[in-house]
C-alpha cells in the first residue's frame, strides 16, 4: 500500500518554484592574464619534480645525517630542513637567486658574472659544488632548448660558465620577465621538496609524514623568501655546521644511494 503524504503535490510544487527564483549572484570571472597564465605554467614546469635536472639524486647531505643518527624521524627531518632553510643553504640559494634576478633585470652583465662566479664558489663541499652546477646547468639547457629566449642567450654568455642552480632558475625567470617573488618561492618549494623526497627515502617515511614536514615549513620557506628580497650580498652567511660536515663526510660513507 502506498503511504500517503499530508502535503498536497501542488504545494510541493510551489515551494520547488520558490526556491529555483531564489538564484545567487554569479561572481565575476576570475581570470588570469595571458602572461600571469604564462608565468604560472612555466614555473610549475620548471621547478617540477618531473622537469628533467636530476634533482632525486642528491640529497644534500641528508644521506650522512640519517646514517650518523641526526635524523631518525618526521620531526628530526624537519628541524634538519628547518635550519638549513632558515641558515644554511637555503637562504643562500634564495639571496644569489633574488640578485641575479635583478641584475638580469636591470640588464647589468658585470654585476651577472660577479654573482655567479660568486654562487658556485659558495658552497661547503665538493659534492655540493656538483650537486648545484649540475642542476644549474641542466636547468639552463633545457629551458632554453624548450622555452627560447633571445636576452638568456646574453645572460649565458655574461655568466661566464657559473650555472649554480639558483643563478640559472633566476637568470630564465628573468629573461620571462617572471616576477622575483613568485620564482623565488616556487624555487625555494622545489628545494625543500627535494629535500624532504631524500630523507623519506632514507629514513624511511611514508607519503602522510613527508606532507606534513613539508606543511610545517610552509611558514619557514615564506619567511626566507621575504627575508632574501631585503638583504643584500654582503648578508650571505651560513651557520649549519652539522649540514656541512654532512656533506663533506657523505664521500666516504660505505653505501651511497645519493651523490651527495
Same mark, same amino acid.
Given at each position: 500500500?502506498?503511504?500517503?503524504?499530508?502535503?498536497?503535490? /501542488?504545494?510541493?510544487?510551489?515551494?520547488?518554484?520558490? %526556491?529555483?527564483?531564489? /538564484?545567487?549572484? +554569479?561572481?565575476?570571472?576570475?581570470?588570469?592574464?595571458?602572461?600571469?597564465?604564462?608565468? *604560472?605554467?612555466?614555473?610549475?614546469?620548471?621547478?617540477?619534480?618531473?622537469?628533467?635536472?636530476? %634533482?632525486?639524486?642528491?640529497?644534500?647531505? +641528508?644521506?650522512?645525517?640519517?646514517?650518523?643518527?641526526? +635524523?631518525?624521524?618526521?620531526?628530526?627531518?624537519?628541524?634538519? *630542513?628547518?635550519?638549513?632553510?632558515?641558515?644554511?643553504?637555503?637562504?643562500?640559494?634564495?639571496?644569489?637567486?633574488?640578485?641575479?634576478?635583478?641584475?638580469?633585470?636591470?640588464?647589468?652583465?658585470?654585476?651577472?658574472?660577479?654573482? %655567479?662566479? *660568486?654562487?658556485?664558489? @659558495?658552497?661547503?663541499?665538493?659534492?655540493?659544488?656538483?650537486?648545484? !652546477?649540475?642542476?644549474?646547468?641542466? @636547468? +639552463?639547457?633545457?629551458? $632554453?632548448?624548450?622555452?627560447?629566449?633571445?636576452?638568456?642567450?646574453?645572460?649565458? !654568455?655574461?655568466?661566464?660558465?657559473?650555472?649554480?642552480?639558483?643563478?640559472?632558475?633566476?637568470?630564465?625567470?628573468?629573461?620571462?620577465?617572471?616576477?622575483?617573488?613568485?620564482?623565488?618561492?616556487?624555487?625555494?618549494?622545489?628545494?625543500?621538496?627535494?629535500?624532504?623526497?631524500?630523507?623519506?627515502?632514507?629514513?624511511?617515511?611514508?607519503?602522510?609524514?613527508?606532507?606534513?614536514?613539508?606543511? /610545517?615549513?610552509?611558514?619557514?620557506?615564506?619567511?626566507?623568501? /621575504? $627575508?632574501?628580497?631585503?638583504?643584500?650580498?654582503?648578508?650571505?652567511?651560513?651557520?649549519? @655546521?652539522?649540514?656541512?660536515?654532512?656533506?663533506? $663526510?657523505?664521500?666516504?660513507?660505505? !653505501?651511497?644511494?645519493? $651523490?651527495?
Amino acid at each position: 500500500m502506498l503511504m500517503k503524504t499530508n502535503r498536497p503535490p /501542488k504545494a510541493r510544487r510551489g515551494r520547488r518554484e520558490e %526556491a529555483s527564483a531564489r /538564484k545567487l549572484p +554569479i561572481p565575476a570571472p576570475d581570470e588570469l592574464s595571458d602572461d600571469e597564465a604564462a608565468n *604560472l605554467y612555466r614555473l610549475m614546469t620548471w621547478l617540477s619534480p618531473s622537469f628533467p635536472v636530476g %634533482a632525486f639524486s642528491y640529497s644534500s647531505g +641528508i644521506e650522512w645525517a640519517v646514517e650518523a643518527g641526526d +635524523i631518525t624521524d618526521a620531526a628530526s627531518l624537519g628541524q634538519w *630542513l628547518a635550519s638549513m632553510l632558515v641558515n644554511g643553504g637555503g637562504i643562500c640559494d634564495a639571496i644569489f637567486l633574488a640578485h641575479i634576478h635583478r641584475a638580469a633585470t636591470a640588464g647589468d652583465d658585470a654585476l651577472l658574472g660577479e654573482i %655567479a662566479e *660568486l654562487a658556485s664558489a @659558495f658552497v661547503p663541499s665538493r659534492e655540493r659544488h656538483l650537486e648545484t !652546477t649540475a642542476q644549474g646547468r641542466a @636547468f +639552463i639547457e633545457i629551458a $632554453r632548448a624548450a622555452w627560447h629566449h633571445g636576452a638568456l642567450d646574453r645572460f649565458i !654568455t655574461a655568466c661566464g660558465g657559473h650555472f649554480a642552480y639558483p643563478v640559472a632558475v633566476g637568470l630564465v625567470g628573468a629573461a620571462h620577465h617572471i616576477p622575483l617573488a613568485p620564482t623565488l618561492h616556487a624555487f625555494l618549494h622545489a628545494v625543500v621538496s627535494n629535500w624532504i623526497s631524500a630523507g623519506a627515502r632514507l629514513v624511511p617515511l611514508g607519503q602522510t609524514d613527508s606532507q606534513r614536514v613539508l606543511a /610545517k615549513l610552509e611558514p619557514d620557506v615564506a619567511a626566507t623568501a /621575504k $627575508r632574501a628580497l631585503s638583504v643584500s650580498l654582503d648578508d650571505l652567511s651560513s651557520t649549519t @655546521f652539522r649540514a656541512d660536515l654532512a656533506s663533506l $663526510r657523505h664521500e666516504t660513507q660505505y !653505501t651511497r644511494l645519493f $651523490r651527495s
